[in-house]
């Protein structure tokens, strides 16, 4: 019979951290033999997953999460967070902000990017030719999604975002030495090759596309595409809101203030 | 004269990144020959200040990111992104919404503590002793900030917390190397004396404390102490939040739903 | 020919506000003569889609702002807003936390709610009996969403949620009276009465059961179900952060301090 | 002695909102009762700070909640807002990103505002005269806040704000009513002579300025003035994610795509 302290202790258990006065263990381990012993990228696989990566696994880990650092002010989580940090507001609120806003349409694209490759890799377990196992992929896919397949396709980089590749050809090095299989690199690949095949022009894979790749090779949830590149993000997001905050500037606006919003009448019958 | 594109493409200004299609590089590196070439910190340290840390540099700051990382459940920034994630809000949101409470209390600590620590080191400059230096320092910071030391004491953990001595026999071994000067050691070591001293009673340096030496070491702004630590403790708000996401629940409450928070009739007059 | 200048404006174009130097207007009316002469959920109406509510269209507008105010620390919204204001963090910054919280569980069941009526609703137009209607809505809207139906059950308020009979009795004044058809009120009741029958017991009718009802009453779009309920709650959240910045408190926990967290070791290989 | 089950409950303990299964009061008054009887602005009034605003004072409160909700798509929190619901998110997401950058330099001001009003007020109180006391106040406001003096000026609306002269009409109205005394208009006024007189031209009460003597001469606590502010903002901010929603388009950022961020590529050393 469970009393009102252990109902409300399990109410917040977790197999993340263990605490007592003195004591913090992550998943078993004392954090003071995780501290200068394991890398961050390590301790970031550790934390959202339970387990050590190898070095090798650790390094295409790591190549993922620098890849997705940042897109400049015209993405619009950099753009809210370089106008949080001239609102008066701490660099926290300004790395919420931004990380707010990578939602379905931008974190949320890796993440429905690895469902598609492991649905895939599903059809392919079932014996489902590659080609085949892509064409049914995209079409149960975009059944729930729509037609803009997540993932490929860039309105600035054409023909080719010059991260993709560089990613890719690190997941064929790992590939070539064991550590991972490349299967979701064929996988990527292929969707890739047929998207541009039916639209009748090549189309680039993106960093959504990409990072999911490595995470899929690696083994994590397909939700966690999503988590990851936020971690990978925030990056930028705060050094963005720092720049900003040296600029100078309050209340920034999106366009310098000279510049007016154009009115249009519309129709303000209901 | 300046054109209407040029002032648009002007209030957006960044040393940060530079894009064209095809091309995107960070404070003069082209993307592809960072991805798979620099650790992640090493990334992290080139997006917010610019240059590349050494190896032994890299190491510490490494450390300061891994301390950070996570306090559990009982911490809000923690506890309100699980409950993020069982109203329905993606993994970006969730993050978000524990980064956002990593205000002044938290996360700002450790940029009130690097304030305290960099005009204790100006008094150093200037001739003062440290005993001296730290007294005026402690003096002036309160002024500003109250009785409560950011960065010194813990509810929970005491006498110690056990990331403090790990990161500091971590600067102190960089000092004896010479990667760094060690005097921000001496500094955090001397206010947490002093501390203890006045109280009667020894006093634990906790996270926010231990991390500014760090960071102060390596010669980061104050301000970016409160958003390195957002970086680091970003991964237990994943790590949690996703826990949280395959532990169920909807709408989760800080206490199971038996429980109703004491309603406390007060004074209902104006 | 756009110009540059044109170019952004029109990036920015909208129809709810037009501003020169000394000048603004919502749809089209001079802000000195809105203040004053027009009440606060006029005001919400006119931004939110233009035009302005009969007297009687505003008294049931305003009913369901007042009913979805607050529902007390248990909810996670509420909770989390507490919590941010003893992080050091403006009201500002408080309310958005728990407001980012009303995600597809809360917030969102409005919204889900109003879809399930509004295409009931499109069921009878086309001719089909109302129960008819219900169990055709419902199969199709469970076809997305899944079992648990938006906007009915409470695990709280069992038989009834004490806010949805009075809502509905003045959406049946309202009928009564001409000023909406009282349609979305049968439907809602309907949709109640028959998960109760499908499940054998009596299923209480919530706020975003009943809030839906006058919303689509009033013929407002259903994501703005999901909008104005955020209206609604802000100000309980904004009296919950305030009311805990006046008790105090630093770093809330969802819990008192003595109480830790149940650690559960779980399974930590991959 | 306090059980577990009291002490948790008593950790949540609150005033505002009384709880049982099927029962929701709200300082004292059942939920069904309020609901259709009170005016969403007495609500607010009721949930904020307790007690129930006359019809005079509610119609003077309302004037201001209705003067703040929105300045367009200049503003950041407006502008945030509607990018975010680009991004795949909900309207209680957008919402929120918008209603957070109303920081220390927007919804901050109408609180330091407040303060600025209070002490002037505190100073008549001691019998200093209205010029000395102004002169005093501001003095001692700038010794914490800086010279800009929050609640005046304006960088658009030059000379005058139009929102200000309405607001101070219907205070002055108000006031020789008998609903309120009138003293913080005077003080407000005062604030903006002298402002004026020192700079050699007149200088606009803005927004936050205005609301703000309303918010002191009904007897609000300073940081409900930003509080108070959030709830009026939030409308314009629903308001325009809800247009942009309608407009369309993906991961908006701030210029059109064809505009990119300068590069600058300042001093990379570090």
């Known amino acids: 019979m469970s009393t009102d302290a252990d109902a409300i202790r399990h109410w917040w258990r977790t197999s993340i951290i263990e605490m007592e006065p003195g004591k ?41 999460l620098v890849a997705g ?47 598609l490759y492991y649905d895939i890799s599903r059809r392919l377990d079932e014996g489902t030719v ?41 997941v064929r090095a790992a590939a070539s030495e ?20 039916a639209r009748g022009t090549p189309i680039a894979m993106n960093i959504d596309g990409a990072t999911a790749v490595i995470f899929c090779e690696l083994g994590f949830p397909s939700p966690l595409s999503r988590g990851l590149f936020c971690l990978s993000r925030s990056v930028g997001i705060l050094a963005h809101s720092w720049e900003q905050m040296n600029q100078g500037g309050r209340n920034k606006g999106p366009m310098p203030p000279r510049f007016l919003p154009e009115y249009d009448p519309g129709d303000h019958s209901e």
Chains 1, 2, 3, 4 share one sequence.
């Open 24 to 64: 913090i263990a992550f998943r078993g381990t004392p954090i003071e033999e995780l501290i200068g012993n394991v890398s961050f990228p390590q301790m970031i696989w550790l934390m959202v997953r339970g387990g050590t990566p190898s070095e090798a696994e650790a390094r295409l880990f790591e190549a993922a």
């Open 69 to 115: 650092v940042d897109h400049g002010p015209q993405a619009p989580s950099i753009a809210a967070a370089r106008m949080a940090s001239t609102c008066g507001l701490g660099l926290n609120n300004a790395i919420a902000t931004g990380v707010n806003m990578l939602g379905d349409v931008h974190g949320g694209a890796g993440e429905q990017c690895a469902e």
């Open 130 to 170: 590659l080609i085949n196992a892509v064409q049914e992929g995209l079409d149960n896919w975009r059944s729930e999604y729509g037609k803009i397949v997540s993932g490929f396709g860039h309105r600035f980089h054409k023909p080719t975002d010059p991260r993709a590749p560089r990613l890719m050809a690190l």
């Open 178 to 197: 064991g550590t991972v299989s490349g299967r979701y690199a064929d996988i990527g690949e292929a969707v890739q090759a047929e998207l541009g095949r």
